[in-house]
């Protein structure tokens, strides 16, 4: 279980999040949704520990980063790292074989170039393989599924599914909630950094209309379209 008491985080006079508390249980996969900027990054690298904050987070595990994934909406890459080499990194990190790299290439992604060379939509598939390919206990993805092709994106959710099936700890942030109502248990929404309602399965599809309704409402007659 990971627990969050009372987390704030300030960008000088910005306040990212105010008081954010909630707790993550193995088995089950969470998504956390909200507008650009509601502070659904600013939480991830909280929980992972780049970023400073104030208030508790404990988990059961000794040292949370040390069992944690964390896949990036936008991954970094070194400018002369195969993606066969930084798989390798990945992996040596935890102390884990990689095994046979080609095998387990799902995404068949060409291992042997320099990863700064792949498209938006590859750096994500190589960061989400190595990631994996560390078997971590706890996987935060922050936009897993923006900018990749519908045939890895179905691949993607399948993977989420059999990391719940492995009692793993999965939180996930989404433009796309359709991808939410296939995969999580639970959804959180957080908007300007305030942590508001918790929505389980049964009521995703409520939740998606009060969120249409909230965002659309009388825009597209107001843009006066002809």
Avoid: W
């Avoid at 991830?44 to 980063?65: P, R, W, Y």
């Avoid at 040390?66 to 990036?72: A, I, V």
């Avoid at 002369?80 to 080499?85: A, V």
């Amino acid at each position: 279980m990971i627990r969050i008491e009372n987390i704030s985080k300030s960008y000088g006079s910005i306040e990212a999040l105010h008081q954010v508390s909630l707790s993550f249980e193995k088995g089950r996969v969470y998504g956390i949704v909200g507008e650009n900027g509601s502070g659904k990054t600013t939480l991830f690298k909280c929980i992972t520990g780049l970023e400073k904050f104030d208030g508790i987070i404990t988990s059961d595990f000794d040292k949370l980063k040390n069992h944690l994934g964390f896949l990036q909406t936008e991954p970094f890459f070194f400018s002369k790292i195969t993606g066969r080499e930084y798989i390798q990194l990945l992996c040596n990190a935890r102390g884990k074989p990689t095994g046979n790299i080609d095998q387990r290439n799902i995404f068949e992604l060409p291992l042997n170039q320099y990863a700064s060379t792949y498209s938006t939509g590859m750096k994500k598939k190589l960061a989400i393989t190595a990631i994996l390919m560390q078997e971590n206990d706890c996987y935060i993805l922050d936009e897993p599924y923006n900018g990749v092709d519908i045939h890895s994106n179905i691949l993607i959710t399948e993977i989420i599914l059999k990391l719940k099936e492995l009692k793993k700890i999965v939180i996930i942030s989404s433009h796309i909630f359709a991808t939410l109502s296939d995969t999580c248990d639970e959804i959180y929404l957080l908007t300007r950094g305030v942590l508001g309602k918790k929505v389980l399965r049964g009521d995703f599809e409520k939740l998606e209309r009060e969120m249409r309704d909230f965002t659309v409402g009388n825009k597209i007659e107001r843009l006066g379209l002809k």
